[in-house]
């Protein structure tokens, strides 16, 4: 049964992913990034990572994406890639070297671990169990996360205003 | 139960469609995007690493990550929207010079 949902939510996160970089209009690129972010935060609660599926919708599918939609439309969607590509060719050569860099990671990184689990215990992935974790262990990058924060606002401020 | 090596090959998968979407589209936005797509992927990788070894660190990395995906989207698209009002064109292509 889990295998059927991973499989079902595995195919609409790659299928959604490769909608976004092949669809020249780039609000539906939005669009399908915002159901690649969806199901992510499926997979997140199969995991068991329940705060972190709350945070990846409200943050990435919520702020984040309307972010970029706002973007998109103030900047005319579609106009840009409409000509010709003069490097089409070079451009083309990414699809193999692509497959080749999923080969290299699939080979790397999942032959390593893909051994039998150990007797390990899922860990709790509630809201409680990360707070916790956020204010004691990562309390010193929780504190400057603020701060990163606090400087992108001042920086937009600044790029946003209108010079003279 | 299912293994966490198929989450880690999802999340290559992923993040290399990432990678050829940065690499084949010539508008920034959708390069963005794509750049979000692979910052989700290694999200994705470090949640099922996490579970496998069965501590929360994993889970606390992706919150960070995410603080730092909303500061990077905010002041990206503030520069492509003030480039965009300086050149009225908006490909990579065009872009080759720090200054104008």
Same mark, same amino acid.
């Given at each position: ?48 990572? $329940? ?5 990846? %919708? ?22 840009? $890639? ?23 990671? %699939? ?12 007797? %390990? ?21 929780? $504190? ?21 | ?55 929360? !660190? ?34 990579? !292509? !065009? ?6």
């Amino acid at each position: 049964m889990a295998h059927v949902a991973f499989f079902a939510i595995a195919a609409i996160a790659v299928a959604s992913a490769l909608g976004l970089i092949v669809r020249p209009n780039a609000i539906h690129g939005a669009l399908f990034l915002v159901v690649n972010l969806g199901s992510v935060a499926a997979l997140y609660l199969m995991l068991g990572a $329940e705060f972190l599926a709350a945070a990846q %919708v409200i943050v990435y599918a919520g702020a984040i994406m309307v972010l970029f939609v706002f973007a998109i439309m103030v900047l005319i969607p579609g106009k840009e $890639e409409t000509g010709p590509d003069p490097r089409r060719g070079a451009r083309l050569a990414a699809v193999p070297v692509g497959a080749l860099l999923l080969l290299l990671l %699939v080979f790397v990184v999942v032959g390593r671990w893909s051994g039998p689990r150990g007797p %390990v215990a899922a860990p709790s992935g509630s809201a409680g169990a990360l707070g916790r974790l956020l204010f004691t262990n990562y309390l010193f990058p929780f $504190e400057l996360t603020s701060v990163l924060l606090l400087a992108a606002m001042v920086g937009v401020l600044l790029l946003a205003r209108r010079r003279a | 139960m299912v293994p966490e090596s198929y989450y880690v090959t999802l999340s290559a998968v992923l993040f290399s469609i990432g990678v050829v979407g940065v690499v084949i589209r010539r508008n920034p936005l959708v390069i963005f995007m794509s750049i979000e797509l692979m910052l989700n992927a290694a999200n994705l990788a470090f949640v099922a690493f996490g579970q496998r070894f069965g501590n929360l !660190d994993g889970q606390a990395v992706v919150f960070f990550v995410m603080a730092v995906a909303a500061a990077e989207v905010a002041v990206g698209l503030a520069i492509i929207v003030t480039i965009f009002r300086v050149r009225r064109r908006l490909s990579v !292509d !065009d872009l080759s010079v720090m200054r104008w």
